[in-house]
């Protein structure tokens, strides 16, 4: 496998949690950059929230606070945890990987390998 594969999404009111799992057998998490991605129809595919190894972790300004990636190096698994959320998070969340040295995280045409994503729909 060499695509990302995401899996968590539904729907929840606002002020609601989910969380997304990025499983990402084909690839190294800790090796690779791995960052969650959310699009909603007529808009560009936004950053959200990226991982690289253990220590390295991107968040956009919109869920700082609020989201939380983290990752379980045995099972190749990268989850985002999210936590309070509203309307705006609604989305067609992706989890992509870049497999190179360094990344501009928020830049989809900064990643290799892109999963075929999950729904997040919060209701107000």
């Known amino acids: 496998q060499e695509h990302p594969v995401e899996s968590g999404g539904g729907s929840v009111q606002t002020g609601g949690s989910l969380r997304l799992s990025c499983a990402v057998s084909g690839m190294s998490s800790t090796r690779n950059f791995i960052t969650w991605f959310r699009q909603v129809p007529g808009k560009e595919r936004e950053g959200v929230a990226g991982i690289y190894n253990v220590g390295t972790i991107w968040y956009a300004d919109a869920v700082k606070g609020r989201f939380t990636i983290s990752q379980h190096r045995a099972a190749k698994l990268v989850y985002l945890q999210m936590n309070n959320l509203n309307p705006a998070d609604t989305g067609l969340y992706y989890c992509?990987?870049?497999?190179?040295?360094?990344?501009?995280?928020?830049?989809?045409?900064?990643?290799?390998?892109w999963g075929q994503g999950t729904q997040v729909t919060v209701s107000s």
């Open positions: 992509a990987a870049n497999l190179g040295m360094t990344v501009r995280w928020a830049l989809p045409e900064d990643y290799d390998y």
